[in-house]
């Protein structure tokens, strides 16, 4: 009975882990899907696109669109409009990284990709893991930006 009890067990949590990853790949290939969607707007339409991004939500509402250019200026956040036109290079995590500036330096070299940071998670006020993903892009006119939207997870898909 007790074997019959572990290995019911065992089952069980195999099956929750599997369900887990599923869900953290559904999740992360919904990010990388909106991101593109918002890359290709951005990248034909430019700032005109900008009304239409901040309106846009997924991942149960809670996923947003926020995009910044080369120089670190924060071009779009639509949850933290202050943010807009500020130069970001010296924001930090909670953990003290200039995750911006990360991101930055790594789409000179890799035009897409995940990056990973600590901020305050906005349900539980409690500092979190979040996965980031950008795609870098070029608007009408030239000004290369960076398009980027994220998830609260410690599955970021890298």
């Known amino acids: 009975m007790k074997e019959f009890r572990t290995a019911t067990l065992a089952l069980v949590v195999l099956v929750l882990s599997s369900f887990s990853l599923h869900a953290a790949t559904d999740?992360?290939?919904?990010?990388?899907?909106?991101?593109?969607?918002?890359?290709?707007?951005?990248?034909?339409?430019?700032?005109?696109a900008f009304g239409e991004l901040r309106a846009m939500r997924f991942l149960g509402g809670e996923g947003y669109v926020v995009i910044s250019d080369m120089d670190q200026i924060c071009l779009l956040n639509p949850i933290a409009p202050s943010f807009e036109g500020k130069n970001m290079t010296g924001l930090q995590d909670a953990q003290g990284r200039f995750f911006v500036t990360e991101m930055t330096s790594a789409a000179?070299?890799?035009?897409?990709?995940?990056?990973?940071?600590?901020?305050?998670?906005?349900?539980?006020?409690?500092?979190?893991?979040k996965c980031l993903y950008y795609q870098k892009v070029t608007m009408p006119g030239g000004k290369t930006v960076l398009v980027q939207a994220g998830y609260y997870g410690t599955d970021c898909a890298q």
């Open 27 to 48: 999740t992360a290939q919904e990010v990388m899907s909106t991101v593109a969607q918002a890359a290709q707007l951005v990248e034909t339409r430019g700032d005109a």
């Open 108 to 129: 000179k070299t890799r035009p897409s990709g995940w990056i990973n940071y600590s901020w305050i998670h906005p349900t539980t006020k409690t500092v979190a893991n």
